[in-house]
């Protein structure tokens, strides 16, 4: 998982993403089908692509 591959906290990865914790722990249980603009945003900050990001 990049999030804790890179350190960061939900808390801190929400914050940088422009979010809130709740919606970071929808991705990590893979509810993300109702927000692609937030996928592409998490996928830019680990400089990766979003199939990756999901795979």
Do not use: W
Request: net charge positive.
């Amino acid at each position: 998982m990049y999030r804790i591959r890179s350190g960061l906290t939900q808390r801190q990865l929400a914050t940088r993403a422009g979010v809130n914790e709740s919606k970071i722990r929808q991705l990590e249980d893979h509810n993300y089908t109702d927000n692609p603009k937030l996928l592409a945003r998490v996928a830019k900050i680990f400089d990766t692509s979003v199939h990756d990001l999901v795979e």
